[in-house]
């Protein structure tokens, strides 16, 4: 008897296989952009880019560069994966034709960056309609969040210079939209500054928080159903001005930086006004209080009816305490303008804001570790694509996916649905993938490709 060596089986490999697709649970991505109408969108939307006799279309083209990001790619070249499986993604355009394409729209400015926001933002509001309760503004409300990121540069890059992190590349600034518990988010605006840009510059929130506002259904554009959450870089009385100017009244909830008069207003607190702060879960939470302070500074150069908001809690094993901490407890403050509510409950949902940093991870992973493009104006159509991608990864789950799948991130749908691999069947003039009956996630594929499948084509 001829024992066997080794944990694994030997296999035998070779070349000239027919049939097989790889990466086949794609096709959710690709059955969400047609039942969503971003293909047409998109095609319409760069209409004027496309040249006389040209043989792709330039909507087409970015759909698949923004198809290969969602799959994990992290530069042009990527779209090679779609070239090799046309069963399912179409001809695909060469590597010459796509940098031909982006280097057009980055001369371009403006006027391509708003035709691809447009296109994002007519299709974004038909998801929202087809997606029914599970839609981030079912209950009528909608929650923004903005935040800076670090991108590294690993090249002499334009606009790349030296962060406050003394690292070196850029800080865009990102808003995403809160999904809530039960889902994860989409991304509404992506504005690209130099490294050096300051982390509460007033202005760029502004600039973020307008891309982000036109990114939504018009009924939510202005008014206290939308809210705004940001953390201590929002807290200036510029973009407070702003959020609250009459006519945009919007609400918002936005960090501010525990100051001498912050601090002092903290030490006068009674310890009767001090309430129980809740966990995640919505309980009270051991060791932590909240209590608001709104008379007790000068507010009288902030907004009318703005409200202050302090928590003190203590801090978890070997964090480092602050000058402006009280009696060994963490201090935290927030402004907000909403009216009413328990004070346990408004800090929750400020605290909740802290989702945003796992839609940054997130979209490291798809495409914003680095930016893989020279000029600058070339990486705004990059970050327009990488947005392109995020936004397929959270449309297919909210229009297909129920229960905890919903809630997959990037990394976990990439590794169990989208790179199953299937067979390509011809029968009777229509195509069939077959995946494999021992795939763990082949039902969940199917029964997400049957629900696409059940709603109604774009008109």
């Not at 087409?60 to 994990?72: E, N, R, S």
């Not at 391509?112 to 503004?137: C, K, M, N």
């Amino acid at each position: 008897m001829k024992k066997r060596s080794g944990s694994y089986p030997r296999v035998r490999v070779e070349g000239g296989g027919r049939g097989a697709v790889s990466q086949a649970g794609s096709v959710l991505l690709v059955e969400t952009v047609r039942k969503s109408g971003l293909d047409t969108a998109i095609s319409a939307a760069l209409a004027p880019w496309r040249k006389p006799r040209a043989v792709h279309d330039p909507g087409k083209i970015l759909l698949d560069v923004a198809l290969a990001v969602a799959l994990g790619g992290d530069c042009l070249a990527d779209v090679g994966m779609l070239r090799a499986e046309p069963g399912v993604f179409g001809p695909v355009a060469s590597d010459p034709t796509v940098s031909r394409l982006v280097d057009a729209l980055a001369k371009s400015g403006p006027k391509a960056l708003a035709a691809i926001r447009d296109a994002r933002s007519h299709v974004r509001g038909r998801v929202w309609e087809l997606s029914g309760t599970s839609s981030p503004a079912a209950d009528g409300h909608v929650i923004v969040d903005i935040d800076g990121v670090l991108v590294l540069a690993h090249s002499e890059k334009q606009d790349a210079t030296a962060t406050w992190k003394k690292t070196f590349g850029h800080h865009p600034l990102v808003a995403f939209v809160d999904h809530g518990p039960s889902g994860s988010g989409e991304p509404v605006a992506a504005l690209l500054r130099p490294g050096n840009a300051g982390s509460n510059t007033a202005a760029d929130h502004i600039e973020t928080a307008r891309l982000a506002l036109a990114q939504l259904p018009k009924p939510l554009r202005r008014g206290r159903q939308t809210l705004i959450r940001t953390d201590s870089a929002g807290g200036t009385h510029t973009f407070l001005d702003w959020l609250s100017r009459r006519g945009r009244w919007l609400s918002y909830s936005v960090g501010m930086t525990v100051t001498d008069a912050i601090h002092q207003a903290v030490l006068n607190i009674p310890k009767k006004a001090w309430t129980p702060a809740y966990d995640s879960g919505g309980t009270e939470r051991p060791g932590a209080w909240v209590a608001e302070i709104t008379d007790m500074p000068d507010l009288s150069s902030w907004p009318k009816n703005m409200r202050l908001v302090v928590r003190k809690e203590r801090p978890h094993p070997g964090a480092q305490l602050r000058i402006t901490d009280v009696d060994g407890l963490r201090l935290t403050c927030f402004a907000t303008n909403t009216k009413g509510g328990q004070l346990a409950d408004l800090e929750l949902r400020h605290r909740r804001r802290a989702r945003c940093e796992d839609r940054i991870r997130n979209a490291r992973h798809t495409g914003l570790r680095s930016l893989p493009l020279h000029d600058t104006a070339q990486n705004r159509i990059w970050l327009e694509i990488v947005q392109l991608a995020l936004d397929l990864l959270a449309w297919m789950p909210m229009l297909a996916l129920t229960g905890d799948t919903r809630r997959w991130e990037p990394k976990k749908l990439r590794l169990r649905l989208f790179s199953a691999a299937a067979r390509l069947v011809n029968t009777g003039r229509r195509h069939w993938l077959r995946f494999t009956a021992r795939w763990p996630w082949t039902d969940i594929i199917t029964h997400a490709i049957d629900r696409l499948h059940s709603l109604p084509n774009p008109i």
